[in-house]
């Protein structure tokens, strides 16, 4: 129940293309979903996150879609670039006052030019 | 800007040898994670802790691994004795607590056990 699942593990999309990666989680106490970005050799970057009370969320290229009755949520990147080419991970954090974070297991993107 | 810090950044190191792991959370952050990464298991949280106290260490193998903040700008992650199967990467990461959820990575120590 502490799981998120994230899909695909991995993705390869045109430059200018609009890679979709997917998460699903179970446990119905989390409130709080991030995505995280990391560059090779660097550590993951927060870049964008969702509280349940909302369906989407954007900022710049990226989007974030919530479903909260299929327990799913999702992130976009519109007008995909080579600089975007990265691994992504989703994560949720239960309510309650627990800063803690249970990752995906990750998602390498590559965008070719 | 402020950022995590941590050091060393690569450390390679023989089986049975001690490895001390040092982490500088960003100033006025006053909740730190302990991360370790792997292909196999992907980011696993190994202790966190909340104003210096440990909150959870339960992702930790107690028997060789252990943590602490000796002060509120300094985190410690230790392995004694390390082993092969140790070798990953490790990050800390910080955060402002009192229920702010975001977390801030440090660059991570490439730890090598041979």
């Known amino acids: 129940q502490q799981q998120v699942k994230q899909s695909p593990q991995s993705l390869i999309v045109q430059k200018g293309g609009i890679p979709i990666i997917n998460c699903a989680y179970e446990?119905?106490?989390?409130?709080?979903f991030p995505w995280y970005q990391q560059f090779p050799g660097k550590g993951p970057a927060l870049l964008i996150a969702i509280r349940p009370d909302v369906s989407e969320k954007k900022e710049g290229r990226f989007t974030i879609s919530f479903n909260k009755s299929a327990k799913q949520f999702s992130l976009h990147i519109m007008d995909s670039q080579p600089g975007d080419s990265a691994t992504y991970f989703c994560a949720a954090s239960l309510m309650g006052g627990s800063e803690k974070l249970v990752f995906g297991k990750g998602t390498k993107l590559t965008v070719n030019p | 800007d402020a950022r995590v810090t941590q050091t060393p950044r690569h450390k390679v190191t023989e089986m049975g040898q001690e490895v001390t792991m040092r982490c500088q959370p960003i100033l006025g952050h006053n909740t730190v994670f302990w991360y370790r990464q792997t292909m196999m298991q992907g980011l696993e949280l190994l202790a966190y802790f909340r104003n210096r106290a440990p909150l959870d260490d339960s992702g930790m193998p107690k028997d060789r691994f252990s943590a602490e903040m000796p002060d509120a700008t300094l985190a410690t992650l230790k392995i004694q004795p390390s082993e092969p199967r140790d070798s990953a990467v490790y990050f800390c990461?910080?955060?402002?607590?009192?229920?702010?959820?975001?977390?801030?990575f440090g660059p991570g120590t490439r730890l090598t056990v041979t």
């Open positions: 446990n119905t106490a989390f409130d709080y």
């Open positions: 990461a910080s955060g402002l607590g009192r229920g702010a959820r975001e977390q801030y």
